[in-house]
């Protein structure tokens, strides 16, 4: 049972956009800031999102995070077959004194 | 060019031990803090431990207190996790991962617990 929640999977057309979201308590997402990493199947996982809502360098800006209280959510725009991937948040755990994931979420592009 | 290499992964006994390792290149090491990350089979992420760049700041998860120890070598720079009285749900690969986000990944090391 992981401490931030996401749906396991979700799916959407290529072109369309698609939401993931992440969900917490007060100790870790009301707290702390939010990262958002890509896995490709057999591949290392690769961040996304840092500080709730920034890019890193190369990350297209079709990719784009944000937060509410103690909640996140990924939005993913202009879905393309080669996002296909899962997906997960992470964030620090006040109380736990531990970093924290949620479950994943499996992105299909139909 | 950040480059985080693990190694050190092998099959071994449930009750034994193991040594992995880390290698950075590409940047700083000594300023920068450092997890272990791991991912059981067909599983999601899960966090391990944390170290800070001179190591005055360490955490590790529950599940690993007593028997993971994490540390690194800044001259060498090298991050390790020695892993005693392994048991089989650790079997998984163990990627390390710079920084407070983390913002790099290493490719993995598979440590396997099996008799």
């Known amino acids: 049972q992981s401490v931030l929640t996401q749906p396991p999977s979700v799916s959407a057309a290529p072109g369309q956009k698609v939401t993931i979201s992440c969900s917490g308590s007060s100790s870790n997402i009301g707290s702390g800031y939010v990262s958002w990493y890509q896995q490709l199947p057999g591949t290392a996982p690769k961040l996304l999102i840092f500080?709730?809502?920034k890019r890193p360098s190369g990350i297209p800006d079709r990719f784009s995070g944000s937060k509410s209280g103690t909640s996140a959510t990924l939005d993913i725009t202009g879905l393309q077959t080669g996002d296909e991937a899962d997906y997960y948040c992470g964030t620090w755990d006040s109380s736990l004194t531990a970093r924290v994931f949620g479950g994943g979420t499996k992105l299909t592009v139909l | 060019e950040v480059q985080l290499v693990e190694s050190g992964g092998a099959l071994v006994q449930p009750g034994g031990s193991l040594r992995l390792s880390c290698a950075g290149s590409g940047f700083t090491f000594s300023n920068y803090d450092l997890n272990w990350v791991r991912q059981a089979p067909g599983k999601g992420l899960e966090w391990v431990s944390y170290?800070?760049?001179?190591?005055?700041?360490?955490h590790y998860a529950d599940f690993v207190k007593g028997r993971f120890t994490i540390s690194r070598d800044n001259a060498k720079n090298s991050l390790y996790l020695q892993m005693n009285s392994l048991r089989v749900d650790d079997t998984a690969i163990y990627y390390c991962?710079?920084?407070?986000?983390?913002?790099?990944w290493g490719q993995g090391t598979l440590v396997t617990v099996s008799s």
């Open positions: 170290i800070s760049g001179r190591s005055s700041t360490i």
């Open positions: 500080d709730d809502n």
């Open positions: 991962a710079r920084g407070s986000a983390p913002y790099y």
